[in-house]
């Protein structure tokens, strides 16, 4: 809107710029605002000045263009309409004959596995019906499977993991607790999911390690080899993309001491605190990962996770008395099936301790 | 057909809805997104999550008449989401944070010379601070209303008229400090109109 003749000295530059009407005039839109503002220059010639300026800067305003490099529109709505197909199957169909076919194939495949532990999942989120093999490794002992698809797992001791038996059309999902190694074969169309209590690790092709136990501290997420996106499973974190090297650590010591002291009606109107997570670089893969060649290596670990990573090695039981001792680091490496008195002997070695043993339990405290 | 009832057969699931809408603005979306943090690969996956997740939650959003404001206002709070989360980790550094720099290529100008001038008026916009920039940029960049930037923002309307007229006061008034050299390029870029 023109201003009165009066006021011209206070009008600026910016004055002008802000003014809707003005943008409208110098675009040449309406007619009214081309009258009203022609009106105005024409009844104040001292603003003169300032009017020109105004008009050209608003000019270069308008000249304003986008163009961004490398805008693939199609390519990533297709995308975007994959993901959102893939989420909708999973949330089950059930006129869809391809969901019938699949539930068939299911069925018939059920029958023919006998040797395997099935799962029907009514229990779990999904509605549709899926057969799933289930592989329970107790402590002490290891375990590999090669899926269809020709990808590896090496599974740790005291570890679960469930797998359908067909893999779903759009993605292969897989259910970890405890500790797997992953060498997953490259298949673009169909990215590889790892579904953990707390996390959720999703590759296109690519070799990673996954630790998650219930009564570690942490989740972990190790890569060796490509590229893996790894996702919280509580919170509303975005996924975070781990190189080669690098390690996801989520801690989640915290929220499980929460749930069990927390009451049940106070949880519901608390929000969940958001624990976020840690990326390591240049971490020691080899320490990771190598439980799956049979060795038994710490890397600089406390004792304290010595003793847990001895206990699933060795199915014992390990306590260490002391509180100094386990924060002490400890490195060795074991790669002869070495008995748990020659580790134990090799860690006194370099750290004076002393254990004593009973009915499969051992306790580690400072030398008497 | 008009964006009101295209975002309502949006809400009813129709994909081709959705298509329409990403077609429309992926550019708008993206250069907004690439003024705001300058990593194509988080703007391209925040694009990617926020049209994800607003047809996942479809059944839960209302009819809205501007369908474009509020998707770059959604984008906005996607990306400051994923920064956050990535700068805990210092792959960014803080000065990359929100802050939109114009450059040559955002102007239709073709010559040689009159790029040359309009540097000049670049580095004179992008002194300025950032929250009046960003609003400058939604103003005139996508011909948005003071209402619509202040939602988009999520300030009040008079913080962004303060913002887009105070920010546009400094330019003036830096014009005129450096006149030797500012007020001499500015009168080339001029005279070219």
Redesign the interface.
């Known amino acids: 809107m023109p201003w009165k003749m009066e006021n011209f000295e206070a009008i600026h530059l910016e004055d002008f710029l802000t003014d809707y009407s003005f943008q409208s005039f110098v675009a040449g839109e309406d007619r009214e605002s081309v009258e009203r503002w022609t009106h105005w220059i024409a009844a104040n010639p001292q603003a003169k000045k300032e009017f020109d300026t105004a008009v050209k800067v608003m000019k270069l305003l308008l000249k304003t263009r986008k163009q961004v490099s490398n805008l693939h529109t199609e390519q990533e709505l297709k995308e975007l309409l994959a993901k959102i197909q893939d989420n909708e199957i999973s949330l089950e169909d059930e006129s869809s004959p391809a969901a019938w076919w699949w539930r068939a194939a299911g069925i018939i495949l059920l029958l023919i596995s006998v040797s395997l532990v099935f799962y029907f999942a009514f229990k779990s989120k999904q509605t549709d019906l899926v057969a799933y093999n289930e592989v329970i490794v107790p402590l002490g002992e290891k375990a590999q499977i090669v899926l269809a698809d020709g990808s590896h797992i090496w599974i740790n001791s005291s570890s679960k993991i469930k797998y359908p038996v067909v893999f779903d059309k759009k993605e292969r999902k897989v259910y970890l607790e405890g500790e797997a190694f992953f060498d997953i074969t490259r298949n673009e169309k169909h990215p590889f999911i790892v579904y953990t209590p707390d996390l959720k690790v999703k590759v296109l092709g690519t070799s990673f390690n996954v630790k998650n136990y219930p009564n570690d501290k942490n989740a972990v997420t190790t890569v060796v080899r490509g590229l893996v996106s790894v996702e919280s499973q509580k919170n509303e974190i975005a996924p975070i993309l781990v190189n080669p090297n690098e390690n996801y650590v989520l801690n989640t010591s915290s929220a499980k001491k929460d749930k069990i002291s927390a009451e049940p009606e106070k949880q519901t109107d608390q929000l969940p605190k958001k624990v976020l997570p840690i990326i390591n670089k240049k971490v020691n893969v080899e320490a990771i990962t190598s439980w799956k060649d049979q060795m038994l290596i710490f890397f600089d670990e406390p004792l304290e996770e010595v003793a847990l990573k001895m206990e699933r090695w060795y199915n014992v039981k390990v306590h260490i008395l002391d509180g100094e001792l386990k924060k002490e680091r400890y490195r060795g490496k074991f790669v002869n099936n070495e008995t748990i008195y020659q580790v134990l002997e090799a860690i006194k070695f370099t750290t004076p301790i002393s254990y004593k043993t009973k009915n499969n339990e051992f306790f580690i405290d400072k030398p008497k | 057909m008009n964006e009101q009832l295209q975002w309502q057969l949006f809400l009813d699931g129709e994909?081709n809805a959705?298509?329409y809408f990403?077609?429309k603005y992926?550019?708008?979306l993206?250069?907004y997104g690439?003024k705001l943090c300058n990593h194509?690969e988080i703007v391209?996956?925040s694009?990617?999550?926020m049209?994800?997740k607003l047809?996942?939650n479809r059944m839960n959003l209302s009819p809205i008449k501007m369908p474009k404001p509020y998707l770059l206002k959604v984008l906005r709070r996607h990306i400051q989401?994923?920064l956050d989360?990535?700068m805990?980790?210092s792959t960014l550094e803080s000065n990359e944070y929100f802050q939109i720099e114009f450059s040559i290529?955002?102007?239709?100008?073709e010559s040689e010379d009159e790029k040359e001038n309009?540097r000049i008026?670049l580095e004179v916009l992008n002194q300025l601070s950032p929250r009046q920039r960003e609003a400058i940029y939604l103003?005139?960049?996508n011909d948005l209303?003071f209402d619509t930037i202040s939602q988009i923002m999520d300030l009040n309307i008079q913080s962004v008229?303060n913002a887009?007229?105070?920010?546009?006061?400094v330019?003036?008034e830096m014009m005129v400090l450096e006149k030797f050299l500012l007020m001499i390029g500015m009168l080339k870029?001029?005279e070219h109109?």
Do not use: C, S, T
Not at chain 2, 105 to 109: L, S, T
Not at chain 2, 164 to 169: A, D, F, Y
């Open positions: 994909e959705l298509a990403f077609r992926h550019l708008d993206f250069h690439i194509p391209k996956d694009i990617q999550e049209f994800f047809w996942r989401v994923n989360i990535q805990k980790y290529e955002d102007f239709m100008i309009y008026v103003r005139y960049f209303d008229r887009i007229h105070r920010g546009l006061q330019m003036r870029i001029i109109f």
